[in-house]
């Protein structure tokens, strides 16, 4: 995971492979595009320090589950990880790093980042608002996850974002070429969050410590 520029495309292409068969979601594509997104926010330095280094941790995590050949299939979707942690009692094993866990806070990450996303394509070429939208989507996603001092901290450190296009400018390959994907993408990233949300409600995890 270098600082190298962002790139959208290779989000929304990942979000596609994630789609498996009507319900299940790809590990591995998942992860495709959670590196890209880190990408986004480890740009951005400071500001999202709170994000990326969160996401960086957790990614690493679930790929090392996902290495391991024993555990390949059993790490090959959501859906998979879900029942194997589940029926072999390990979601309350205490030395146990758990998949479900891990990616729940991936998930709850992806809240934040799509609403964030959403609303940053809809302000005006050249607004200002950037600071403001993305103290909005924090508080109506990850904050209430976070202890206080992580969202003093992030909600002033949003304080310093710059304006839209300057912002893509700086993390983006192509600024307008990004701007041109973020509705598809955004579409079809509410898809993997959909899919990922109703497993972890058939599943009873959205409550895991």
Not at 37 to 63: A, H, N, P
Not at 110 to 134: H, P, W
Not at 152 to 178: F, H, I, N, W
Request: proline share 2%.
């Amino acid at each position: 995971m270098s600082n190298e520029k962002f790139d959208l495309q290779k989000v929304h292409q990942s979000f596609q492979q994630c789609l498996v068969g009507e319900e299940d979601v790809s590990i591995d594509a998942y992860l495709e595009a959670f590196k890209e997104l880190y990408k986004f926010f480890s740009l951005m330095g400071t500001i999202f320090g709170f994000v990326s280094s969160d996401v960086k941790e957790k990614v690493e995590i679930l790929q090392k589950l996902r290495l391991q050949k024993e555990n390949a299939e059993k790490f090959e979707s959501i859906r998979k990880m879900m029942e194997y942690e589940r029926d072999a009692n390990l979601l309350e094993k205490k030395d146990y790093v758990s998949g479900c866990r891990t990616l729940l806070r991936l998930h709850r990450g992806l809240d934040f980042i799509y609403v964030f996303l959403k609303r940053l394509g809809e302000l005006s070429e050249g607004d200002a608002k950037t600071n403001t939208i993305c103290q909005t989507a924090y508080n109506e996603t990850l904050a209430q996850y976070h202890p206080w001092l992580i969202r003093k901290g992030a909600v002033v450190a949003m304080y310093a974002l710059p304006t839209r296009d300057q912002l893509l400018e700086k993390v983006c390959l192509d600024a307008s070429v990004a701007i041109s994907l973020l509705p598809e993408m955004l579409s079809v990233g509410r898809k993997v969050y959909d899919r990922t949300q109703e497993l972890y409600t058939q599943f009873d995890m959205h409550g895991l410590p």
